[in-house]
């Protein structure tokens, strides 16, 4: 990363400053902060790179002409994605981005957390998280890619506390019952391959 003048200010700071003079300079050092975030968080929801960079250049856009209504009861980080997140449910409810594959299940499930079962490196975790809704997949991500607490899911989600739980466990439930699914077929594919080599 670039070096800046204002990598020593907090976002907070950098809004403030934005906010009342108007001076492009800020906006532009919160700009480089976060294009990359932003873009990654629209790539999850799309799977395509240039929707993903067109969705990444409309939030900004957003971003310009909202910012002054950014009120500090939460982080600025946490404000961003509540846009973020807003804006690409938003697009894919119009039907403009990929279709979700939507699994149904009601099981109740403990909300330890499954940290092992969660590694995101994997790529079947990985697929599997694509076969989800991107609501379930967003807020797996918030509480363990970005480590967001409860209280800030419940926060750029505007819902409850006990709500953020609930989906939370449901999301968690569901992401492993895709997972064993895509092993369970990968496994039989494999022990059918197996049993043509044997005869």
């Excluded at 991500?141 to 967001?148: A, G, H, I, R, T």
Aim: proline share 0%; aromatic share 12%; charged share 35%.
């Amino acid at each position: 990363m670039k070096f800046s003048k204002y990598s020593t200010h907090k976002d907070e700071e950098l809004v403030a400053l934005y906010i009342t003079s108007q001076r492009n300079e800020y906006f532009e050092e919160i700009y480089e902060r976060y294009v990359n975030k932003v873009y990654r968080k629209c790539y999850s929801f799309v799977y395509n790179q240039e929707k993903a960079e067109d969705l990444t250049h409309d939030i900004f856009l957003k971003l310009i002409v909202k910012i002054g209504s950014f009120k500090e009861t939460s982080k600025f980080s946490t404000w961003l994605y509540s846009i973020t997140y807003n804006y690409c449910m938003d697009q894919i409810r119009t039907g403009k981005k990929r279709t979700e594959v939507a699994l149904h299940d009601d099981v109740e499930v403990s909300d330890e957390d499954d940290r092992g079962v969660l590694d995101f490196q994997s790529n079947e975790l990985s697929k599997s998280m694509r076969q989800m809704a991107a609501d379930e997949r967003a807020i797996l991500q918030m509480k363990y890619q970005e480590d967001f607490s409860i209280k800030e899911i419940a926060d750029t989600l505007n819902i409850t506390e006990s709500a953020v739980k609930m989906r939370l466990m449901r999301s968690k439930e569901k992401l492993k019952k895709i997972y064993l699914e895509n092993i369970a077929v990968f496994v039989l594919i494999i022990m059918k391959i197996l049993s043509l080599f044997e005869k």
